[in-house]
């Protein structure tokens, strides 16, 4: 396992945090948009309305999504390795 921070760009998916969004996007993959520093203090929950769910802290915003998570909730997906692709490609073009 990489141990390199989350950057702009990484495949990411949420496995820790407040409820509603472990409920609404635990394991969902999403590619990394923007990383910043959260606002006002803390991050208000866009499901459930909760404030301060988590504190200023810095987060990362997704391609097509108006959320902000803060990086400690997420784990990056690491792509398979070019061997693996190109397997998993071959095994395609089998199948038909």
């Not at 097509?64 to 397997?87: D, H, M, N, Y």
Request: include cysteine; charged fraction near 20%.
């Amino acid at each position: 396992m990489n141990n390199k921070p989350i950057a702009v760009g990484d495949l990411v998916m949420v496995v820790r945090g407040h409820d509603c969004i472990v409920r609404k996007l635990g394991g969902v993959p999403m590619h990394v948009e923007r990383i910043s520093q959260s606002a006002c203090g803390g991050l208000r929950c866009s499901l459930c309305g909760s404030s301060k769910v988590y504190p200023q802290t810095t987060c990362a915003n997704f391609e097509g999504k108006k959320c902000f998570l803060p990086l400690a909730w997420l784990i990056r997906i690491e792509p398979p390795a070019v061997s693996q692709q190109t397997e998993s490609t071959k095994e395609l073009m089998n199948v038909r």
